[in-house]
């Protein structure tokens, strides 16, 4: 284990060109770890011009219309989390696993909407679909995979939190904060260690906010988005705790 972080860290260091993660699960005395292994991908190569297609306003916007008397449209939900995706391919190469991640989630999602056949349908309808079959915690469920969004939504709010607080602070170290004050508990050892080895691999504050269009005011446009997702965030926080999946993961 130590000279696979040695190894990474290593690569990290020595970086000359754009990479992205692989995920490869290895049996080491028992116990599952991640290691990220890198790999060219010249698709992934991503240069540090703004994401032209992301507006923090209208993406804030987004998120905040979408709790309406008490439920969430899934379909809408959806939607306004794609618009979100920049935000994650910004903090590119080292954290292209954190978009992946979303990405994979998001097709479940939508796949688990389509397959119960109602366009309306909302989150709450949907848990209560999904917790009534004994079906909520599934890979493929709308439930598990809503709280798995949710889990990266909790880590973003907290990095912008941090980007906000402390202007001063490197956005490596804003990462690994938020990460600690949010899923780490969830992660084991070998987990956390890998994600602290990428934090020191993650662009400037300057370049994040150069990447998504808001050099100018990066911290005000960051207040704007976490404003704008709390709504979102705190129903379906409720909405866990309420079908209680949060203890039962």
């Given amino acids: 284990m130590s000279e696979s972080i040695i190894w990474l860290y290593e690569q990290l260091r020595l970086r000359k060109h754009t990479y992205t ?7 080491s005395r028992s116990t599952y770890i991640y290691l990220f292994i890198m790999a060219p991908n010249v698709k992934a190569t991503l240069d540090d011009q703004p994401e032209q297609e992301f507006v923090v306003g209208k993406v804030a916007q987004k998120f905040a219309s ?3 008397k008490g439920d969430v449209s899934a379909k809408e939900f959806h939607a306004a989390y794609i618009s979100f995706i920049p935000v994650f391919r910004s903090l590119r190469p080292l954290f292209s696993f954190a978009e992946d991640e979303v990405q994979l989630r998001l097709r479940q999602f939508r796949g688990a909407v389509d397959r119960v056949g109602k366009d309306d ?9 999904e917790t009534s079959r004994n079906e909520a915690l599934v890979e493929q469920a709308a439930t598990l995979n809503c709280y798995h ?13 941090e980007l906000i607080e402390h202007p001063d602070m490197s956005l490596g170290n804003a990462a690994w904060k938020a990460y600690n004050n949010t899923i780490s508990c969830k992660h084991p050892r070998p987990i956390r260690s890998m994600v602290w080895l990428a934090t020191f691999a993650l662009p400037s504050r300057k370049t994040f906010y150069e990447r998504l269009g808001v050099a100018n005011d990066g911290p005000q446009q960051m207040k704007s988005l976490k404003s704008g997702i709390a709504a ?12 209680q999946v949060d203890g039962k993961l």
Avoid: A, C, G, P
């Fill in 21 to 27: 993660f692989h995920h490869l699960i290895t049996h």
């Fill in 232 to 243: 979102i965030l705190q129903h379906i926080q409720d909405l866990l705790r309420e079908y």
């Fill in 66 to 68: 979408l709790v309406k």
């Fill in 149 to 161: 969004l949710r889990n990266v939504m909790l880590v973003t709010e907290s990095l912008m939190t």
């Fill in 121 to 129: 349908i909302t989150l709450r309808q949907l848990v209560q679909h």
